[in-house]
């Protein structure tokens, strides 16, 4: 009948517009430099929000847990975004450099990633929605940072809940290698190599 007919075109239109819509995001995603993966509206302001943030990446002051007053305001940026999408969450990974001593780097860098969560709670943001790992001096150690300045920092990627799209890209293939080496590490029964601040990765 008449309603039938109705509801079959009302059930085109939508996914024609669906499928549209996906087209569009696609083009508009790749044209930013935005990663695979980005078909939904959300996935693209969530995109064009994080570049306006500029970088992933918070520096802390020296060899302390504290972070320059820039790095600050990029952390309630970041804090910005997830009271604006709960679909949306943050893996917040902490460093140190290679001169760290071994007995406290990854605690040192746990304590780092804490800082930041201080931060976003700070803003409000509920703790479910964010990941933190504190890899001690082994991702630096993997990157070549030399030590100071460039090791002391945070790396923050922001990841839709479902795994589907992370901001600015998956994690570097050299976060895989330490993982890999931290796993290999407890296998061999060498204490908590492998510890982790969650239950991320």
């Known amino acids: 009948g008449g309603a039938a ?29 935005g990663p695979p993966g980005c078909r939904s509206l959300e996935h693209l302001a969530v995109l064009e929000e994080v570049r306006n943030i500029g970088t992933h990446l ?26 604006g999408h709960p679909s949306v969450c943050l893996h ?58 460039e090791s002391a920092r945070a790396e923050i990627f922001v990841a839709f809940s479902d795994d589907s799209v992370w901001f600015p890209g998956r994690l570097p293939v050299e976060y895989e290698m330490v993982a890999k080496s931290r796993a290999e590490g407890v296998a061999r029964g060498n204490g908590a190599g492998g510890r982790r601040c969650d239950d991320d990765q």
Do not use: N
């Open 92 to 149: 917040i990974h902490a460093h140190t450099g290679v001169r760290a001593p071994d007995s406290i780097a990854e605690g040192f860098t746990k304590d780092r990633a804490e800082m930041i969560c201080s931060i976003l709670r700070g803003c409000s943001v509920d703790d479910s929605q964010v990941h933190t790992t504190g890899w001690g001096k082994e991702v630096a150690r993997a990157f070549g940072w030399a030590p100071g300045r």
């Open 58 to 83: 918070v520096w802390f002051k020296g060899a302390c847990e504290e972070l320059y007053k820039g790095s600050h305001a990029r952390v309630q940026d970041y804090a910005a975004i997830l009271l």
């Open 5 to 33: 007919h109705i509801a079959r075109v009302a059930r085109c239109s939508r996914f024609m517009r669906c499928l549209l819509d996906a087209k569009f995001v696609e083009a508009s995603a790749a044209a930013l430099g």
